[in-house]
């Protein structure tokens, strides 16, 4: 797909989806790019944050592949921010706007980080309608693509809510959340990450290098795709157990259902959901480079390898001192170092490219993935009601 001239992309309906996976590695210099321009004025916004209140409620929210964001960065920022000043937690605005009395506090100075690719979904814009209504001191970091949109439009003029666009080419115009997904996963951890500019930008060039090399190894993709299966499975453990749920949606949105999902924790998935392996199921477990828990990612591997009822098992890893010893999507040893909120980045262009490729050997267009049109780009049918 990666190889194909755009007429042929065009025949498949595959062309703009197959373009925004392969340009994700340049987009995410060019965020980094948009951070650094904005450090000063991001710095001086919680600044005045933190000298006005001894503790901010941070909720990351978003819908969809937008709220898949929050779960991903959310573990590892967890372990890197002094949870005694920000109080760190992901709560889908398709949660928060139901539920919001459970995590909107009057007294409770909050932060609403939103993500969005278009802003202009019910929710979004609800979810903050509603926390203004409900907390005192509230204040906003609009993470967006769409520079019109409703949600960027709210933030202009209003010194409590930072805007910060992603670059243009992020907002996705295919069906499913691509560049715009990386993209804002990537400036929320250049926002709230404590490390220093010069180590998040080399962390930038690394895994641009290592999305490179998914697009450079698209064949070895496609021979799994010709494997005989109806169900993929995803697996991982912290930011890589959040980055399980926008896999598998890839595969649902792009093959519209006709490829069965499931997604766990490496450790959560032996409690019942190991149930839904089958002869005709692909397993991927995303690998983490912490060496603690990469040892449950290797033991779920081993396990499903000895149970030899799987169709085909992979692990999406980094050289290690430890490795699995069956089939492997491998980066090589220079890229251990890299967090794994960030390996989320290249490991998702791996699960993009997947779901691309099912798709069309569904026979589906990724471009235009809904035939029945009942799910929608920007999600439609959403009564939003009153909050007393």
């Known amino acids: 797909m990666f190889t194909f001239n755009q007429e042929k992309l065009v025949s498949l309906g595959a062309a703009i989806t197959t373009e925004e996976i392969k340009q994700q590695p340049d987009l995410w210099d060019e965020t980094n790019s948009l951070y650094m321009e904005k450090s000063g004025e991001i710095q001086a916004f919680f600044q005045k944050l933190s000298e006005k209140h001894d503790r901010v409620r941070v909720i990351f929210t978003g819908a969809g592949t937008s709220a898949y964001v929050g779960e991903t960065v959310t573990p590892y920022l967890k372990e890197k921010v002094d949870e005694?000043?920000?109080?760190?937690?992901?709560?889908?605005?398709?949660?928060?706007?139901?539920?919001?009395?459970?995590?909107?506090?009057?007294?409770?100075?909050?932060?609403?980080?939103?993500?969005a690719r278009s802003g202009n979904s019910p929710e979004s814009v609800a979810a903050v309608e509603i926390a203004e209504q409900i907390v005192t001191d509230f204040y906003q970091l609009t993470i967006t693509c769409a520079k019109d949109g409703e949600l960027a439009k709210r933030a202009k003029g209003d010194e409590n809510n930072l805007l910060l666009l992603m670059p243009e080419k992020a907002n996705d115009q295919g069906f499913a959340m691509t560049g715009s997904y990386t993209c804002m996963t990537l400036t929320a951890l250049l926002v709230f990450d404590p490390l220093s500019v010069k180590e998040k930008s080399t962390i930038v060039k690394t895994i641009r290098r290592m999305g490179e090399s998914v697009i450079g190894r698209e064949d070895a993709i496609q021979t799994i795709i010709d494997l005989?299966?109806?169900r993929i499975i995803y697996l991982g453990s912290g930011s890589l157990e959040g980055l399980t749920r926008e896999a598998q949606l890839k595969v649902l949105e792009l093959t519209a259902g006709k490829v069965v999902t499931a997604f766990d924790s490496s450790l959560g998935f032996r409690h019942g959901p190991k149930s839904f392996v089958n002869e005709k199921a692909l397993v991927f477990v995303f690998v983490s480079n912490h060496p603690y828990t990469r040892q449950y990612d290797l033991d779920i591997l081993k396990e499903l390898q000895l149970d030899n009822i799987a169709n085909y098992i992979c692990a999406i890893e980094v050289e290690g001192e430890k490795n699995y010893d069956g089939d492997?999507?491998?980066?090589?040893?220079?890229?251990?170092?890299?967090?794994?909120?960030?390996?989320?980045?290249?490991?998702?262009?791996?699960?993009?490219?997947?779901?691309?490729?099912?798709?069309?050997?569904?026979g589906n267009t990724p471009d235009t993935p809904s035939p029945s049109g009942t799910v929608n780009r920007i999600v439609k049918g959403v009564t939003i009601h009153e909050y007393k």
């Open 84 to 115: 005694n000043q920000w109080e760190l937690i992901s709560v889908p605005t398709t949660t928060l706007v139901s539920n919001s009395y459970q995590f909107l506090k009057v007294d409770f100075p909050t932060l609403l980080v939103s993500f």
């Open 228 to 230: 005989d299966f109806e």
């Open 328 to 362: 492997t999507f491998l980066f090589n040893s220079e890229t251990q170092a890299i967090p794994d909120a960030y390996l989320a980045l290249p490991f998702v262009m791996v699960g993009q490219t997947i779901s691309l490729l099912a798709s069309i050997k569904v």
